[in-house]
């Protein structure tokens, strides 16, 4: 058996249908503004950090060392165990004294000087100076011409110098005499004592050494004796420091450049042969004089 519902439960639905509506109407439900102060901003998300083998390139140019000086890309690849505890920094310099840098600035100008002076001589002489050179000789060195016209040559210069009696160069060549490169002249001293001396006529032979041993030379007369000579050849600065002379007849005029050069002229006479040794005896007298001022560290 079926109940029906009571009335006062379906007088609202028969008043909805006689209206025309299937269903009540509902106003729309009103947006609620919002103040800027409740609006919230929405930030994005942290990412969570993944590395990332080139993310070093954002850190270049930033101070990673604190001011430390740390090559932060160095290798010890290649380096030895010596130069990585030393370290590859250039060691400091210490301090030189002012004094010490003025004698260093001298020496190494003195230096180019001879250097300069080696350069401007001629090649026969650079050749000679570069030879070996015997050290500690004393030996003093006289230089007489090459030519076979003076008086005095390679073939007379021993009986000269030594016997201190003259004989022609033809004199002796007639005797079979041979000519030598070099003499070695024994002066006899009072008291027996003997002192040696060399005799060249070739200066291209002696070394750079050699010249400070030179004491004497024969001047011939003209100006081209001395070419190829230190002191670029000058007559007046060659006779400055090494003692000159020149051998004369009497009767013969004297050589217009041996007259005007500070040269010691000595004089033999044909006629009065006697006085050769007292003549010749000139030739040490003045030498001795001059080496005694100039030269007391050579033997004489």
């Given at each position: 058996m079926i109940r029906r519902p009571p009335r006062s439960t379906l007088f609202?639905?028969?008043?909805?249908?006689?209206?025309?509506?299937?269903?009540?109407?509902?106003?729309?439900?009103?947006?609620?503004?919002?103040?800027?102060?409740?609006?919230?901003?929405?930030r994005p998300a942290p990412q969570a950090a993944v590395y990332n083998r080139y993310d070093q390139e954002r850190f270049r140019g930033k101070e990673e060392t604190e001011g430390f000086k740390i090559d932060t890309l160095g290798t010890y690849h290649g380096m030895t165990l010596k130069s990585v505890t030393e370290g590859t920094q250039p060691k400091?310099?210490?301090?030189?004294?002012?004094?010490?840098?003025?004698?260093?600035?001298?020496?190494?100008?003195?230096q180019q000087h001879n250097?300069?002076?080696?350069?401007?001589?001629?090649?026969?002489?650079n050749v000679a100076m570069n030879r070996q050179v015997k050290r500690g000789s004393r030996t003093p060195i006289i230089i007489i011409p090459a030519v076979n016209s003076t008086l005095i040559t390679m073939y007379n210069a021993?009986?000269?110098l030594q016997d201190l009696r003259y004989m022609s160069t033809d004199e002796k060549k007639a005797q079979g005499c041979k000519r030598d490169n070099e003499i070695l002249v024994q002066r006899r001293k009072e008291g027996a004592a003997t002192v040696s001396y060399r005799v060249i006529d070739n200066p291209a032979k002696l070394l750079r050494e050699d010249w400070d041993r030179v004491v004497a030379v024969f001047v011939q007369g003209p100006a081209w004796q001395f070419k190829g000579w230190?002191?670029?050849?000058?007559?007046v600065d060659i006779f400055a420091r090494i003692k000159a002379f020149h051998l004369k007849w009497d009767e013969m005029p004297l050589d217009t450049n041996v007259a005007k050069w500070a040269v010691h002229v000595i004089q033999l006479s044909k006629t009065k042969r006697h006085l050769d040794r007292a003549n010749l005896l000139m030739f040490w007298e003045v030498l001795d004089k001059y080496m005694l001022k100039n030269k007391p560290h050579l033997r004489f």
């Open positions: 609202p639905y028969t008043t909805l249908f006689r209206s025309g509506s299937s269903r009540p109407q509902q106003e729309p439900p009103q947006m609620q503004q919002q103040t800027p102060r409740q609006q919230m901003v929405q400091r310099v210490p301090m030189v004294p002012p004094t010490t840098i003025a004698a260093t600035t001298t020496q190494q100008q003195q250097q300069h002076q080696a350069s401007t001589q001629p090649p026969q002489m021993k009986d000269i230190p002191w670029d050849g000058n007559p």
